[in-house]
């Protein structure tokens, strides 16, 4: 009876908030972790010696592509929306060339052969020209989560690394560590 009368008498509210608002409601994971996580582990990146040791001997960006991103954690976590936090912050800092990822690929060669039929031969695109990557950008996100008497503590740790396609050497790892005490007050009647 409670509950039917609780349920009639609820309303909802939206309201409006900068996409880069920081919002906690339950502490898990969110969108917060994701891009300053992602801000963070680039800056590094970016600033260690492998990228002008690059430049250097080659005379040219290195182009890298993001592999796979594991989610090793205890949470359900969206990590596309991570290594598109990355793909953005890599991009956007002009250090580096990006290139399509392998479903982003096939759909482009589907254009360019279809190009090739439909298309004039002066706005055609040809094959073969594209810029394979020099580097591979994989990772994992894991945590650890510890819990008495309402309080709630989530540790989680990202480990990335860029390894060198030709090679297999890594030329950079780097992590990122996250604490969290989430509190969760139960109200008496």
């Given at each position: 009876m409670l509950i039917a009368?609780?349920?009639?008498?609820?309303?909802?509210?939206?309201?409006?908030?900068?996409?880069e608002e920081a919002i906690d409601l339950s502490g898990r994971w969110n969108d917060t972790d994701s891009r300053l996580v992602a801000e963070a582990m680039m800056k590094d990146?970016?600033?260690?010696?492998?990228?002008d040791i690059y430049v250097e001997k080659?005379?040219?960006?290195?182009?890298?592509i993001v592999g796979t991103v594991v989610n090793r954690s205890h949470e359900h976590i969206n990590v596309q929306t991570f290594t598109k936090d990355i793909e953005k912050e890599l991009?956007?800092?002009?250090l580096v060339q990006f290139v399509a990822s392998s479903g982003e690929r096939e759909e482009i060669r589907e254009e360019r052969a279809?190009?090739?039929?439909?298309a004039t031969e002066e706005t055609a695109k040809?094959?073969?020209k594209e810029t394979g990557a020099d580097y591979m950008l994989k990772g994992v996100?894991?945590?650890?989560?510890?819990?008495?008497?309402?309080?709630r503590v989530i540790y989680y740790q990202i480990?990335?690394?860029?390894?060198?396609?030709?090679?297999?050497?890594?030329?950079w790892l780097g992590d990122k560590k996250i604490k969290k005490v989430v509190e969760k007050r139960r109200f008496g009647f």
């Open positions: 009368f609780t349920a009639g008498c609820a309303s909802t509210t939206v309201e409006r908030v900068k996409p990146l970016l600033s260690r010696p492998w990228l080659n005379k040219r960006q290195p182009a890298v991009t956007n800092s002009g279809e190009q090739m039929i439909h040809g094959v073969g996100l894991n945590t650890i989560q510890d819990e008495e008497k309402g309080t480990n990335l690394e860029m390894i060198d396609i030709e090679s297999n050497v890594k030329v």
